[in-house]
């Protein structure tokens, strides 16, 4: 009695079975007062991002903690073909994916600019300059863009100097000059493409006249400058894998032209890679 009972429970299973097979959505119950349009602090290693990034963390409406790095990994999900397949099993189309992740990935971000009783959140993360585009499609294109340019040779000159290798060239300087030129190369493309959403902070300028160039940086993207930003020695700063001489600062200090310091033969490098005006100051 209990076999036929079971047989016929299958039978009645299958009878009834759905003809239309629709695919179930779960819901985000924590989706409300988020921060819509983020801040990248993008520049190659060595361009002051470091001091720039407290700068935006001493803002009372801006939160920016130290790198983050995992946002690549957010990246490279949205880029997978078969992540991608996995979203749809449970009813995303592309852009339902793009804007989970996006949820995910900023996280903590979300997180902890609400801890600080803040706005808006800000990353700054050298490597990102790789993926910028990458990271503006994650966000729906609503993110905006400070990128902080500091003169290449000195960029060059601090990260040789530090033996840093980003890639797999067997010459040190050779090698650095690539990813410092790669970096550069792959910021002004994405500034081409969305000039909108981009602003520049030219290094030089910053130690110069710091609220001036922050002022003018700010107001571009729609955002205003606040004094507090240059009181960033006072601030409450995480730490976390980033210059750690900049943890020691209290002012801006200016600091260019020791690559002048290099070989003659270097030199002629660096200006073939980054042209004559390598020999002015004011490269930007």
Known sequence: MRKLKWHYNRIKSYIGRPRL??????????????????????????SGTSLVRRMFNSHPDIACPPE????????????????????QAFGYDKDAMRQDLARKASSLHEAFRISQGKSLWADKTPQYTAIIDDLDRL???????FLVMRHPCDVVYSNFKRGWSFNDIEDPFESTIKHVRDGIDNILAFEQAQPDRCARIDYRELC????????????????SYHPEMLEFASKSHNYGLEDPVVRGKKTVEASAGAWQSLT????DQL???????????AYW
């Open 68 to 87: 983050t790095f995992f946002m690549q990994g957010y990246v490279d999900l949205f880029n997978d073909h078969l992540s991608e397949v996995g979203y």
């Open 264 to 267: 003659s033969g270097q030199r």
């Open 21 to 46: 097979i629709v695919q179930e959505k779960p819901i985000v119950l924590d989706d409300t007062n988020r921060c819509e349009n983020p801040i990248f602090i993008i520049g190659v290693h060595r």
């Open 208 to 223: 110069i006249d710091p609220a001036a160039t922050l002022e003018t940086a700010m107001s571009k993207l729609g955002l």
């Open 139 to 145: 966000f729906g294109r609503k993110a905006r863009f």
């Open 271 to 281: 200006a073939q890679a980054f042209g004559q005006k390598v020999k002015e100051d």
